[in-house]
């Protein structure tokens, strides 16, 4: 399978602390991985690293064979270095279709033709229906953004990613807030993604890791602790060090 991400020896201070240190990984196409690890353990800065949100102190980002490690966090995405949209920036009169229209247009850079005639765009309609068979949104296809539930705003933001053409989605959190009954359908959605993308998910609740991962990274104090299947990684006593004191439940 071909590799699509390689992290390699990435690290990154804040002045005198070490937020990230030597970390390495890859993802290939694919690949369902899940990023893990206790509060504070550098999760959410080494995604801001891996997207271009914030420069690292060290270390190379390659993205399908290229170096992105100097490119933008806008560059990155045009390059399919995907991670889901924050439910704030949806405009809550829009419908959903409307929203992934929009998505869909501004990926081809035809943003201008919206306001000509959207119907006449060659394939848009098509794409935007597969969107919303993909995230199991058909039915609300019509619906104002406002008046969704929660869980369906969250299966939006992942097919708001999706219209970007991903190589790597990145999903952070993309159950939370949602509740639990309600959690499946969205690990459904994820389970339709088209095969060979490779998505890394940062996750909390452990029952959505395990469900959804077939590799898990563990993250420590900045650094990798280790990689495993779900298996490997619950029988490891180095995690259970990492989470013992934090919680019972690791997350
Ligand atoms: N801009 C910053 N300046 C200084 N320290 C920072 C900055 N951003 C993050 N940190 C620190 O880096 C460490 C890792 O934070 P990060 O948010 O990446 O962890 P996390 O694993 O995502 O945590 P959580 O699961 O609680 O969201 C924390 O100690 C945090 O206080």
Redesign the pocket.
């Known amino acids: 399978m071909t590799t699509l991400l390689e992290v390699e020896g990435l690290s990154k201070n804040?002045g005198g602390?070490q937020?990230s240190s030597d970390i390495s990984m890859t993802l290939k196409a694919g690949d369902r991985c899940a990023l893990i690890?206790p509060?504070?353990?550098?999760?959410?800065?080494f995604v801001n690293l891996v997207t271009g949100v914030i420069p690292p102190s060290a270390g190379t980002i390659r993205l399908d064979g290229r170096d992105v490690t100097r490119l933008s966090a806008a560059e990155r995405v045009r390059l399919g270095l995907i991670r889901s949209f924050q439910v704030a920036r949806l405009f809550k009169s829009m419908t959903v279709r409307e929203h992934l229209e929009l998505a869909v247009l501004q990926r081809d850079r035809r943003t201008f033709r919206l306001f000509a005639n959207v119907a006449k765009v060659a394939g848009l309609a098509d794409e935007v229906a597969d969107l919303l068979g993909t995230m199991g949104l058909t039915h609300v296809a019509h619906t104002a953004v406002g008046s969704l539930a929660y869980g369906q705003q969250r299966l939006l933001e992942i097919a708001l990613a999706l219209a970007m053409k991903p190589k790597v989605l990145i999903l952070d959190e993309p159950a939370a807030g949602v509740p639990h009954s309600e959690s499946q359908r969205i690990l459904d959605a994820i389970d339709r993604l088209p095969k060979d993308l490779a998505v890394l998910m940062i996750e909390h609740d452990m029952d959505l890791v395990f469900r959804f991962a077939s590799s898990i990274v563990v993250?420590a104090q900045g650094r990798l602790l280790c990689t495993g299947t779900a298996k490997e990684i619950v029988a490891d006593p180095r995690v259970r060090e990492v989470y013992l004191g934090s919680r019972t439940n690791a997350h």
């Not at 509060?39 to 800065?45: E, F, P, V």
């Open positions: 804040f602390l937020v690890g509060n504070g353990a550098g999760k959410t800065t993250l």
